[in-house]
């Protein structure tokens, strides 16, 4: 869902700029933790930590992408944590 936009960069924005330099922009999430990674070339690294730093910092959550996320979200069983 971080790649759904930021405040200064719609989803499109953010795909031709990864791109136009030919990187990788990955975005992980799990129930604990999330994480963000970007696969750029040496010259092209100031780009990637930027939109590293975008998607962190900034993202918007659509409203659309929030309400695919909750339909998805009543799908998945979760164990209780005494279970054994």
């Known amino acids: 869902m971080l790649l759904q936009g930021t405040a ?5 924005q953010i795909a031709l700029e990864i791109e136009s330099v030919v990187a990788a922009l990955t975005v992980l999430a799990a129930t604990t933790a999330f994480g963000v990674s970007a696969e ?3 010259e092209d690294f100031a ?3 930027g939109l ?3 998607v962190v910092l900034y ?3 659509p409203a ?3 309400m ?3 339909r998805a979200s009543k ?3 979760i164990p209780p944590a005494n279970a054994g």
């Open 8 to 12: 200064t960069r719609s989803a499109e």
């Open 40 to 42: 750029v070339m040496r």
């Open 47 to 49: 780009v990637g930590l």
């Open 52 to 54: 590293v730093a975008d």
């Open 59 to 61: 993202p918007t959550f």
């Open 64 to 66: 659309e992408a929030c």
């Open 68 to 70: 695919t996320g909750r």
């Open 75 to 77: 799908f998945i069983l």
